[in-house]
């Protein structure tokens, strides 16, 4: 019976090392620099979370003096995150963690020319996530990040972490979203 | 040892089981009826599924004479789906499923004075996911479909599948991505 036993707790073993690998390594936080003030580095991990909503974003850019900005935009949030908004419970517990994903807003003609033929008359343009542009976390701990209603905040570019002036905004900017624990982004209904 | 046996199945059980509790029901189809020709009904946990891409579309609306059309749109995919596209194989193994999540794009006044205030000069405008237009699913039996380049499709609005015209235009409007194993939507890079 032992080997019995033991075949039953290595598949146990094998199951739950699924459900890790599944799941991705959603709190794991790389090797590279932490982003200042906060001290978060790049989440691996985090293209594996679920979809909360998604954005556009247009005007101009910050970093480019008069270059236009348009951007494609996701909010993924971990399943702490997730759980809270489908059950609209706040704040949101430690562990919650979302990730907003940007990018530029590209174009195919190729495409556009199926959708004319598809469905001629209508004027129909598609736009989609082209380069990768940076990826922003919140990650809530309320006692860690007191100070900033609970949360840390990160922004990394190419795996790198945005200067300390770019975080101090971080939280300031945050402050109109309060009332929803300071995350801006609502969930988006299933169709 | 019997008892240390069965604790080890048991365990190896609940970890299964949990696996499938937290992939949602991704094969699962609900009770409702099914889309016409490809006979697919609503898949039920989709919005649990992994994020492919997201896109704009604007123009006409087709059900609208002269409405405006302004969607935000997501794509999803199963487990099949996703593997596939990050290993850049085609065409994709059936089993794989894709969710194209529409809605209309809206925006927040507020949300915009929280951007105007957080970046000054720069006419920063945002733009989300409002309430739910339809989702459309892409079903991949490279048997069951061999007509339409193995592909099932399905149209569904408020959990309803949409008329059996609608359904005709799937496959020919998929016509000129044949190259992209008929999926239009490329893998949005991780940021």
């Given at each position: 019976?032992?080997?019995?036993a033991?075949?039953?707790?290595?598949?146990?073993v094998?199951a739950?090392a699924?459900?890790?690998?599944?799941?991705?390594?959603?709190?794991?936080q790389?090797?590279?620099?932490a982003?200042?003030?906060?001290?978060?580095?790049?989440l691996?991990?985090?293209?594996?979370?679920r979809?909360i909503?998604i954005?556009?974003?247009?005007?101009?850019?910050l970093?480019?003096?008069?270059g236009?900005?348009?951007q494609?935009?996701?909010q993924l949030?971990?399943?702490?995150?997730?759980?809270?908004?489908?059950?609209?419970?706040?704040?949101?517990?430690?562990?919650?963690?979302?990730a907003?994903?940007h990018?530029?807003?590209?174009s195919?003609?190729?495409d556009?020319?199926?959708?004319?033929?598809?469905?001629?008359?209508?004027g129909?343009?598609?736009?989609f996530?082209?380069?990768?542009?940076n990826?922003?976390f919140m990650?809530k701990d309320s006692?860690?990040?007191?100070?900033s209603?609970?949360?840390?905040?990160a922004?990394?570019?190419?795996g790198k972490?945005g200067?300390?002036?770019l975080?101090?905004k971080?939280f300031?900017?945050?402050?109109p979203?309060?009332?929803?624990?300071?995350?801006f982004?609502?969930?988006a209904?299933?169709?």
């Open positions: 019976m032992r080997r019995i033991l075949v039953g707790v290595g598949v146990a094998a739950v699924g459900v890790a690998v599944y799941m991705g390594s959603a709190s794991g790389s090797n590279g620099d982003a200042p003030i906060y001290g978060i580095k790049y691996e991990g985090y293209r594996d979370w979809l909503s954005k556009q974003l247009t005007g101009k850019q970093t480019v003096a008069g236009e900005l348009k494609l935009r996701a949030g971990n399943d702490l995150a997730i759980m809270a908004l489908r059950d609209g419970t706040l704040p949101f517990p430690d562990g919650a963690m979302i907003a994903l990018w530029n807003e590209v195919s003609d190729a556009n020319q199926a959708l004319a033929a598809g469905f001629p008359g209508l129909l343009k598609s736009s996530a082209g380069d990768a542009v990826v922003q990650v006692k860690k990040y007191a100070a209603g609970g949360w840390g905040f922004d990394f570019t190419n972490p200067s300390e002036a975080h101090e971080c300031p900017c945050h402050q979203a309060k009332d929803r624990d300071y995350v982004t609502r969930y209904p299933t169709p």
